[in-house]
């Protein structure tokens, strides 16, 4: 799977930085996220429980921050397991970029799936993805709007 993306943020990037490198506000946001352990600056563990299609898994994973270049890009490599239902493993290299006092995120996904979740079907991955992506962006603006009231006005 291959997803790109671009989100306009409405917090300077500096806000934006340090809030996509807080575990607090990533267990927050992440859609369906029960755990998240920030195991040292550069490294997370984190349980996620997702239904994709008729598949429900409960995923256990790692994450690591590579090619940091603060407060401007990153690459996130993980992978996870969710059982029988299968895994998923891949990165996604993310660029934060000021415009005015907004930011715009832009990432670029490569992942790939096994197990039954890849009898799921190409179609259905990426609509879920994709679906997960706008509400991680949903909740991540929601959070940065409460974090700074005057933002909200």
């Given at each position: 799977m291959d997803m790109t993306g671009e989100h306009r943020i409405s917090a300077p990037r500096d806000v934006v930085w340090q809030a996509l490198n807080d575990d607090a506000v990533l267990r927050e946001c992440i859609p369906g996220c029960s755990e998240l352990e920030k195991k040292s600056d550069t490294e997370l563990s984190a349980i996620v429980v997702q239904k994709i299609g008729p598949v429900k898994a409960k995923f256990a994973g790692d994450v690591e921050l590579t090619n940091i270049n603060a407060p401007e890009s990153y690459t996130i490599r993980g992978e996870g397991s969710g059982g029988v239902a299968g895994f998923a493993k891949g990165g996604a290299d993310v660029t934060l970029a000021e415009d005015g006092a907004e930011t715009i995120l832009s990432y670029t996904v490569h992942a790939t799936?096994?197990?039954?979740?890849?009898?799921?079907?190409?179609?259905?991955?990426?609509?879920?993805?994709r679906k997960l992506a706008a509400q991680f962006f949903d909740n991540f603006q929601a959070h940065l709007n409460e974090a700074r009231p005057d933002a909200a006005e």
């Open positions: 799936v096994g197990g039954k979740l890849a009898r799921l079907g190409s179609r259905l991955i990426d609509s879920t993805a």
